[in-house]
């Protein structure tokens, strides 16, 4: 395997695997798996590609797994408990494990966002949607009704 790569090298991926209607915000989402492409297998790193208007996810938070992210272009407007702020290129938010506090990044800007996000990967991981009645099930195996209820 090669030590270095141009990331634009290393194939996109688009779309969601949340149920409907929560799929809609985030389909067009956009990612380029870095970490994947040279087998790490303790952490996770994406570049993220919004255009305006698309999501990163749905406002959400992990039980076990800490995320970190890193604005390289545009102007995402972070959500979390604390409400709405604007980041831009070079800003940086961190998310430490097992804090009940939602975050989601979405592009309301009229340009395209381009990010870094660097998480944990423990299988063993699961957590919620603070903002919808859905939880995300250990080993990423599906999705849930915050009452256990399957989708």
């Known amino acids: 395997m090669t ?5 634009a090298d290393i194939e996109e991926t688009s779309g969601t695997r ?9 389909r067009a ?5 870095l970490g994947d492409a040279f087998g790490l297998s303790q952490f996770g790193v994406n570049l993220v590609r919004l255009e305006p208007g698309v999501w990163s996810s749905q406002r959400h ?3 076990l797994e800490d ?3 890193y604005v390289l272009e545009g102007a995402p407007t972070l959500a979390t408990d604390a409400g709405e702020q604007v980041l831009g290129p070079g800003d940086c938010a961190g998310f430490a494990a097992g804090v009940k506090d939602g975050h989601v990044l979405k592009n309301l800007s009229d340009d395209t966002v381009l990010f870094l ?13 603070s903002d919808i009645d859905m939880k995300f099930l250990p080993g990423r195996s599906g999705y849930a009704h915050k009452d256990g209820t399957p989708f």
């Open 3 to 7: 030590a270095a790569r141009p990331a």
């Open 29 to 33: 989402r956009a990612w380029r798996a």
């Open 67 to 69: 995320e970190f992210v």
């Open 117 to 129: 996000v660097v998480g944990s990967r423990i299988p063993e991981d699961h957590g919620e949607y």
């Open 61 to 63: 938070w992990h039980a």
């Open 18 to 26: 949340y149920p409907p209607p929560h799929d809609a915000p985030c």
